[in-house]
């Protein structure tokens, strides 16, 4: 793999255990500019049913239900899942389930909004996750992918992000994956630049 490929973590081994729970209460502190970036974004309202693809302890997702949206929050690790449940209590607009953008456990054109926020890069298959996404969002649905913005050549923890090019190519194959209207922008919403990556299901 290649250090332009979008997914350039896919062989990451996943958070579990004790471990995964500190990074989980970290990123539910540190995530707070980005998923009100997201909401603002993709302009959530009560009329949107999202899906949070990768959605960690669960900021995003409790961000979207915040401003109306019902909610599905997806992750492939049950640490994850277990400590978003503990964070959120039982609210009915919010639902967990344990899965992976690769095959995605929703009804098709089910989603008016479908979003992942610094997941991108872990993903094992980026063809087999957009087919995945083009298929539960609904025709004119919205598309966001945020990653975190890195230096060329950055290693380590630093690395967990893109570059400009990298975004540039992750909307490039949102077009391939017969997505409309891909963007990219840069934000810095909080103390971390991010690049921004929109595309709407035709």
Do not use: Y
């Given at each position: 793999?290649?250090?332009?490929?979008?997914?350039?973590?896919?062989?990451?081994?996943?958070?579990?255990?004790?471990?995964?729970?500190?990074?989980?209460?970290?990123?539910?502190?540190?995530?707070?500019?980005?998923?009100?970036?997201?909401?603002?974004?993709?302009?959530?309202?009560?009329?949107?049913?999202?899906?949070?693809?990768?959605?960690?302890?669960?900021t995003a997702v409790?961000?979207?239900?915040?401003?109306?949206?019902?909610?599905?929050?997806?992750?492939?690790?049950?640490?994850?899942?277990?400590?978003?449940r503990t964070l959120?209590?039982?609210?009915?607009?919010?639902?967990?389930?344990?899965?992976?953008?690769?095959?995605?456990?929703?009804?098709?054109?089910?989603?008016?909004?479908?979003?992942?926020?610094?997941?991108?890069?872990?993903?094992?298959?980026?063809?087999?996750?957009?087919?995945?996404?083009?298929?539960?969002?609904?025709?004119?649905?919205?598309?966001?992918?945020?990653?975190?913005?890195?230096?060329?050549?950055?290693?380590?923890?630093?690395?967990?992000?893109?570059?400009?090019?990298?975004?540039?190519?992750?909307?490039?194959?949102?077009?391939?994956?017969?997505?409309?209207?891909?963007?990219?922008?840069?934000?810095?919403?909080?103390?971390?630049?991010?690049?921004?990556?929109?595309?709407?299901?035709?």
């Amino acid at each position: 793999m290649t250090a332009d490929a979008v997914n350039h973590h896919a062989d990451h081994p996943g958070f579990a255990g004790v471990t995964g729970l500190l990074i989980g209460l970290i990123m539910s502190l540190a995530g707070g500019a980005a998923a009100r970036l997201a909401a603002d974004v993709a302009s959530v309202s009560n009329a949107d049913r999202v899906i949070d693809v990768g959605c960690g302890p669960g900021t995003a997702v409790r961000e979207a239900a915040r401003r109306g949206a019902r909610v599905t929050g997806v992750d492939p690790a049950p640490v994850m899942l277990r400590l978003a449940r503990t964070l959120t209590g039982d609210r009915p607009a919010i639902t967990w389930v344990d899965g992976a953008v690769e095959a995605l456990p929703e009804r098709d054109a089910s989603a008016t909004v479908v979003w992942s926020l610094a997941t991108v890069h872990h993903w094992r298959d980026v063809t087999a996750g957009l087919a995945e996404i083009k298929r539960v969002l609904a025709p004119g649905g919205r598309f966001l992918a945020i990653e975190r913005l890195v230096r060329p050549g950055a290693t380590g923890v630093a690395s967990h992000g893109w570059t400009t090019q990298q975004g540039e190519s992750f909307a490039a194959q949102c077009l391939a994956a017969g997505f409309t209207d891909a963007r990219v922008e840069n934000h810095t919403p909080g103390r971390r630049a991010l690049v921004v990556v929109t595309a709407v299901r035709p």
